[in-house]
């Protein structure tokens, strides 16, 4: 497999060290840089002088930009000819971005202004001393602005890219921040926008999961045939430098440089034998399907259970039953003889402990998961706590007081109904109107249970942390689906402290879904209960149950109304 450049990420600079690298980055770059060079390779080292709140730079600061001067020069003084500016993620707390320095206020007006003196300037020093460096540039917006910060967002790229010097790469991670289909269409919009052909930026390899996570996952990314003439100077993949991610990365770089034969089980599987060894390729991907089983259903959980063990004597509540402590007991069992059985047949020493850490990130749990199952096994028993019961009766002001509407992406609105399962009145959520989403129909909207948009969660339903909550409502609907989901909030309950709970439903047989950020319920036009549960994390504050109408209308998503009717959400605390 062939690639020809090796980056070094920021976060290897260390946090708030940009200023001042530590000797151990300075030895790093040189003897990376040595070692590529030997073997016709290059080296791009990756600078975020936003990275992390400490030492945020300050534009107007002429001392600053010397110190980011210095640190993109430490590679290019070892011989390398490529670095990359990175602004993303941290311009500032909450989008759209703006400056967050008073004397860059001050001096700069707005981002826009400030990122294209910043730009300019390193580029032109760097260029005096290093008369061949390739400047890189990830922009704050390195993908499609969209929803509300669209506008905002797409000036800033206009303006930024209009400004730049012609020179400058400007990088893409497309449409969205992990973009698994980029089309024709997709490219030429971010074009239109920097004035300049972009250098993609493929965080695909672990896009599947959440949160993501990679682990012998087939690469299957789309792109446009024609990708190579509509893009500048090639693609880098974000992959962390173990025996794991090599093989995603030589999958990758089979379909790279073969696209017309590229075979996605066939690549994989010779990836598994270049790395693993040919004795354990099946005994890998056995691995990889246990281990997602429990990453995929219960990854959420198990960050807090990481978290629990010092906290477990003080919470009152429980995030499993004895049905959850069952399964994942069963999970986990499996998991351990995945794990062994690579460990007999599996040739790399290094795969073979780089997949231990990933085992023993669930196999430690059990002492926790145990501690549950006494404690739940010593209590007199359980006390259900409601959180809210919203019946929707009563005057409309005070029933549209613990429901919102989300607005993610189309029209949306929330009405008091006359049709009911019980009682006088139900919620109805009507779809309104698409989205156009990269040439297409989309909708994103949702009624929300709790006192919300969606976003903020400052007046949702308070909740005690890591607990299982229970659901159920009645539903009806003149589209065929629904989803439902659990929003949570942590900190000051704010855009940025979102994050989704894992949440399971009961199917119509009584069996329970694969628990997961998201569920998919049918609908017919006819009321049925819907019951479920999900767990809120170690660091909840406030949540809110979202019933939405999402997708692409090619894929069978339609405009229209569920109504919503006796809504219950509670949690049983335990009595000791």
């Not at 600079?13 to 060079?37: I, M």
């Not at 259903?297 to 906290?311: P, T």
């Not at 909030?489 to 998201?518: E, F, S, Y």
Request: charged share 25%; glycine share 6%; net charge positive.
């Amino acid at each position: 497999f062939k690639w020809n450049v090796f980056n070094v990420c920021y976060t290897t600079v260390g946090r708030d060290q940009w200023k001042n690298p530590p000797a151990e980055y300075r030895q790093l770059l040189r003897e990376l840089c040595e070692f590529s060079h030997a073997r016709g390779l290059e080296v791009m080292a990756f600078i975020n002088p936003y990275y992390l709140w400490r030492e945020h730079i300050h534009i107007s600061r002429d001392e600053d930009i010397d110190a980011l001067v210095r640190t993109c020069s430490i590679s290019l003084s070892a011989g390398s000819r490529k670095v990359m500016l990175c602004l993303d993620d941290f311009a500032s707390p909450k989008l759209p971005y703006q400056l967050i320095h008073e004397d860059d206020r001050q001096r700069f007006g707005d981002l826009a202004s400030a990122n294209i003196y910043l730009i300019n300037t390193l580029y032109k020093r760097l260029r005096a001393r290093y008369p061949n460096v390739e400047l890189f540039v990830v922009l704050p917006y390195y993908w499609l602005p969209r929803d509300y910060y669209r506008e905002a967002g797409e000036k800033y790229l206009k303006r930024v890219g209009t400004a730049l010097h012609p020179a400058i790469t400007i990088v893409w991670t497309g449409p969205v921040v992990r973009s698994l289909v980029i089309t024709e269409e997709d490219i030429h919009r971010y074009t239109q926008l920097i004035g300049r052909k972009p250098f993609l930026w493929d965080n695909t390899l672990y896009a599947r999961h959440t949160p993501p996570s990679y682990l012998f996952d087939e690469f299957v990314t789309q792109y446009p045939r024609n990708m190579h003439e509509l893009t500048a100077k090639g693609v880098h993949y974000n992959a962390g430098g173990s025996e794991i991610y090599k093989v995603g990365l030589i999958t990758a770089a089979d379909r790279l440089w073969n696209p017309e034969a590229y075979d996605p089980e066939r690549s994989l599987r010779q990836a598994l034998a270049i790395i693993g060894g040919p004795r354990c390729v099946d005994e890998l991907l056995a691995f990889r399907n246990a281990y997602y089983e429990l990453y995929d259903s219960w990854m959420h959980v198990f960050e807090s259970l990481a978290q629990l063990k010092k906290h477990l004597p003080s919470i009152k509540t429980s995030p499993l039953d004895e049905q959850d402590i069952n399964s994942l007991e069963r999970l986990l069992d499996g998991l351990q003889r995945a794990f062994d059985a690579v460990q007999r047949r599996c040739d790399n020493a290094q795969l073979v402990e780089e997949l231990r850490q990933r085992c023993k990130r669930f196999t430690s749990s059990r002492k926790v998961i145990a501690e549950s199952r006494k404690r739940m096994s010593a209590s007199q028993g359980q006390v259900q706590r409601i959180i809210i019961h919203a019946t929707m009766e009563g005057n409309e002001r005070d029933v549209l007081r613990n429901i919102g509407c989300y607005r993610g992406a189309g029209g949306a609105r929330i009405e008091i109904s006359h049709d009911a399962y019980e009682g006088t009145q139900s919620a109805k959520l009507t779809a309104t109107e698409w989205y156009p989403l990269h040439g297409r129909d989309w909708i994103n909207v949702g009624l929300m249970i709790g006192n919300t948009d969606g976003y903020s969660g400052i007046n949702a339903l308070q909740v005690p942390a890591f607990t299982k909550c229970s659901f159920s409502l009645w539903i009806k609907g003149n589209v065929t689906k629904a989803t439902i989901s659990a929003v949570g909030w942590k900190g000051k309950c704010g855009r940025v402290d979102r994050h989704a709970l894992p949440i399971r439903v009961r199917r119509p047989d009584g069996t329970w879904t694969q628990l997961n950020t998201k569920q998919e319920i049918q609908l017919t036009n006819k009321w049925h209960k819907v019951e479920g549960y999900f767990t809120t994390l170690l660091d909840t504050r406030r949540v809110a149950l979202r019933i939405g109408i999402v997708g692409y209308r090619d894929r069978g998503a339609q405009l229209g109304t569920i109504w919503v009717d006796d809504v219950r959400i509670w949690y049983y605390q335990l009595d000791e």
